[in-house]
């Protein structure tokens, strides 16, 4: 790859054999190097497809804390190795952009916290908060990030869910786990129980509302659609069958409704009334 122009000293501009040009990301790729130089492959980390419209927010790197670039290809590649997720540019420029807040912040000794959503996250997400967890603690064993906390934890674990859901924007991502754990509580409130995180099925019950909820969220998306309806008499026959269940949902129904005004479909009804009783009765599943 030949060398097109720096957009920090550890990004650069650049083309391939077949005129294509990219943004790199390595350590020094972009440090004194002038046009035309050759970039050896050892030396880059990570590469994006350039074009005009994009090539403004890398500029913005040249803004950025070095330190936030090479966090961000840290956590990223432990992400992708541990997990099997795959940043896109705006997630790699997001998490990039949010490090360099926590940097500037802890230089002003600001330290944010949310215990909520970190007990949400922790159950929601427990492979994704182990993993921030643990990159948080390894970060601040580092003299150069000492000032780091274990307060960081929940918005990297956002940033990674993020990806793994492949969602542009943090903030939809934290508005879908505060959606999912207050369905969560109606279910362990109504069942009088703690929910098993380490189940399959419960699992299985997070996926299911995951795709519910983005689904109701943009219906344009079609991405859970109902191309067949169900026997009108299995609702009926689940409601005998399950009515403490039941009623759990006919709970959260309303909690939906009155939220966002969504409606639940006889179909998710009758979805959600399984996926609970798995749910709540994996000792004797």
């Known amino acids: 790859m030949l060398f097109i122009k720096s957009l920090s000293n550890n990004v650069a501009l650049v083309k391939d054999a077949r005129d294509r040009e990219f943004v790199v990301i390595g350590r020094g790729v972009g440090f004194g190097k002038k046009r035309g130089d050759d970039i050896p492959p050892d030396m880059v980390q990570r590469r994006f497809i350039s074009d005009a419209q994009n090539n403004a927010e890398w500029h913005e790197l040249q803004h950025f804390d070095p330190r936030a670039v090479t966090l961000t290809e840290m956590i990223v590649r432990a992400a992708e190795r541990e997990l099997t997720v795959q940043f896109s540019r705006h997630q790699y420029l997001a998490l990039a952009d949010h490090l360099d807040l926590v940097l500037k912040r802890m230089q002003q000794c600001l330290?944010?916290?949310?215990?909520?959503?970190?007990?949400?996250?922790?159950?929601?997400?427990p492979r994704e908060y182990a993993l921030a967890k643990r990159l948080v603690r390894h970060i601040t064993s580092l003299e150069k990030y000492g000032s780091f906390t274990i307060a960081e934890v929940p918005a990297l674990v956002l940033h990674l869910v993020n990806a793994a859901n492949k969602q542009e924007q943090v903030q939809d991502t934290m508005a879908m786990t505060?959606?999912?754990?207050a369905v969560i509580q109606i279910v362990e409130?109504?069942?009088g129980m703690t929910l098993d995180t380490e189940s399959f099925s419960y699992s299985r019950f997070l996926v299911h509302l995951e795709a519910f909820f983005r689904h109701a969220a943009n219906p344009a998306?079609?991405?859970?659609g109902e191309p067949v309806r169900l026997d009108d008499d299995l609702l009926q026959l689940l409601q005998e069958k399950y009515p403490r269940v039941y009623q759990t949902v006919g709970r959260i129904k309303q909690f939906l409704y009155q939220q966002h005004h969504w409606v639940l479909s006889e179909n998710k009804q009758v979805y959600l009334t399984i996926h609970i009783w798995r749910v709540?009765?994996?000792?004797?599943?």
Not at 111 to 125: E, H, I, P
Request: aromatic share 6%; glycine share 6%.
């Open 111 to 125: 330290v944010l916290t949310d215990n909520a959503m970190s007990w949400q996250l922790r159950r929601l997400y």
């Open 178 to 181: 505060r959606l999912i754990g």
């Open 189 to 191: 409130r109504d069942q």
């Open 221 to 224: 998306a079609g991405e859970e």
């Open 280 to 285: 709540t009765h994996v000792r004797q599943a």
